[in-house]
Each structure stands twice: as C-alpha cells, then as structure tokens.
C-alpha cells in the first residue's frame, strides 16, 4: 500500500507544506513539513500518530482520494478526502490541520446515506482537479469521466460548488442557501464519434 504526499498550504503560512500520510498502521498516520527555511530536513508544523486520531480511518484506504484546497474560504488548504467504498465511514470530508500541531477538525461530512452530486464520479475512471473556477474566492472541485457508448467516446463533466459550513454559494447570485451537499455550478458533456480504430 502506497503512501501519500499532498502539497498545500494546511498551516496557513502564506506558502506551501508537504503532508504525508502513513498508510502502514502503525507509527505516525500523518507529518506537515515546512521547507521555507531552505533546510533540508524542513520544519515540522504537524504530526500525528496512528493512535491518536481516527479521522482518516477508513479515509486512505486504496482507492481513495486526498486532495487538498481551500473548499471552506478559510484563507489556507484543507484536505478532502474521498471514500469510494461504502464501508460506513462516511462519502465526503474535509479536514482542516491548521488549529493544532497534532489533532485536525472536521470541516464538513457527508455520508453514503446522502445523495451527492459527487456520487457519479466515485467509480475508478473518474478525474479530479481543483481550483477557483468560478471566482467564488474558494475552490472547487471540477471532476470528469470518460464513457464508451458503441463507436462514441464521451466525457461527462461536472463543477462543484465550494463547501462551506453546509451553505451552497451561487457565484451567479452572491447569495447563499441551505445545503449539505456542494451541489452543481456546472455540467456537461461532450462526445466524438466515431472512436479511431487500430488496422
């Protein structure tokens, strides 16, 4: 099982750490390095053992996605974390490492009993990128997926709005509604027919 490194600024330092996660079981789950101060070995801001916080149980499992950003507005990344295995441990979450040197907060959870718009792009295929797509001042998580239909390939896309303390922003509106899920700025599809055959 491999082991992870994200980069992102998690502490809020105004520049990038590395967070590894552990994958093994034992020994520290998760360590924030800070190389700003040119050193090799770099600065530790975080470190948590396996045994002191199980937010990601069940979190980094193979399969799953961590990918960081600053999906609540809060001015630094945050991790999200995506399980593709309905295992009870919950769909969505997002951690926010910034308060403590050694223990996360959750941000936000959605669970596999909750109809998402993520829920498509959960299976093995599926791509992920993130960024401030809609000038909202926070990200968002812009996922696609390729399907084949006979002779058509096509590419199904989504944009999905920032989570933000269960509220869903409308860029389009500057206005906010009650929501547990991020919900949908955008959707699209494209196709090309027909797909290129090897002679």
């Known amino acids: 099982m491999n082991d992870s490194q994200i980069v992102g600024d998690f502490m809020g330092l105004g520049h990038s750490q590395i967070m590894y ?8 789950k998760v360590m924030i390095q800070d190389y700003a101060n040119n050193s090799s070995q770099g600065g530790l801001k975080y470190f948590e053992f396996w045994f002191q916080d199980t ?4 979190w980094i499992d193979s399969g799953d996605r961590q990918i960081a950003g600053d999906f609540m507005g809060l001015g630094h990344d945050q991790l999200l974390l995506i399980n593709r295995q309905n295992g009870g ?3 969505v979450r997002i951690l926010d490492y910034s308060t403590s ?10 669970s596999w009993l909750e109809p ?4 498509p ?29 006979g002779n058509t390939r096509c590419g199904d896309t ?4 920032s989570w933000n303390n269960d509220y869903l922003y409308r860029p389009d509106t500057a206005q906010a ?18 797909m290129a055959t090897s002679s």
């Open 55 to 58: 937010s990601l149980d069940g």
């Open 101 to 110: 040197d050694h223990e996360s907060v959750s941000r936000f959870y959605e």
């Open 177 to 194: 509604s009650r929501a547990r899920s991020p919900g949908l700025a955008r959707r699209g599809r494209s196709c090309a027919s027909p």
């Open 158 to 161: 989504i944009l999905l709005r």
């Open 21 to 28: 996660i552990n994958r093994g079981g034992y020994g520290g």
């Open 121 to 149: 792009f959960l299976a093995e295929g599926s791509a992920a990128v993130v960024g401030d797509f809609t000038g909202a001042h926070r990200d968002q998580l812009q996922s696609w997926r390729t399907t084949v239909m």
């Open 116 to 119: 998402g718009s993520i829920d």
């Open 89 to 91: 441990d919950g769909k």
